[in-house]
C-alpha cells in the first residue's frame, strides 16, 4: 500500500522558514517523480514543485521559485520542501504527491 506523511508545517511570521518532510513507503521511492502540491482555504490544488527520481531534475511553479527548494533522500524515501522567504500567501495544506496519490497533509499558515 502507497503510503506518503508529511510533516514539518506550522506558523510562521512573513519572511520566515519552514522545512517540510514527507515519508514514503509502500512503492520503489527511488524510482518515481514526486512533487508538492497545495491548497489555500476555499481554493482549488496549485503544483508546488517536481523532483525527479534520482533528484537531478527541478521544477517550480512562478509563485514559488528562488524561494523554495526541493530535494529528496532517496535512502531515506524521504522528500522535502525548503521553504524561505515565506508569504501569507503561501499560507496553505501542503501535500507531497506522487501521480494521483498524497498524503494527508501537512498546514503551513504565515501570518504575523
Known amino acids: 500500500e502507497v503510503q506518503l506523511v508529511e510533516s514539518g508545517g506550522g506558523l510562521v511570521q512573513p519572511g520566515g522558514s519552514l522545512r517540510l518532510s514527507c515519508v514514503a513507503s509502500?512503492?520503489?521511492?527511488?524510482?518515481?517523480?514526486m512533487s508538492w502540491v497545495r491548497q489555500a482555504p476555499g481554493k482549488g490544488l496549485e503544483w508546488v514543485s517536481n523532483?525527479?527520481?534520482?533528484?537531478?531534475?527541478?521544477t517550480y511553479s512562478d509563485s514559488v521559485k528562488g524561494r523554495f527548494t526541493i530535494s529528496r533522500d532517496n535512502a531515506k524515501n524521504t522528500l522535502y520542501l525548503q521553504m524561505n522567504s515565506l508569504k501569507p500567501d503561501d499560507t496553505a495544506v501542503y501535500y507531497c504527491?506522487?501521480?494521483?496519490?498524497r498524503g494527508q497533509g501537512t498546514q503551513v499558515t504565515v501570518s504575523s
Open positions: 504527491t506522487r501521480s494521483q496519490t
Open positions: 509502500g512503492f520503489a521511492f527511488s524510482t518515481y517523480t
Open positions: 523532483i525527479s527520481g534520482g533528484g537531478g531534475i527541478t
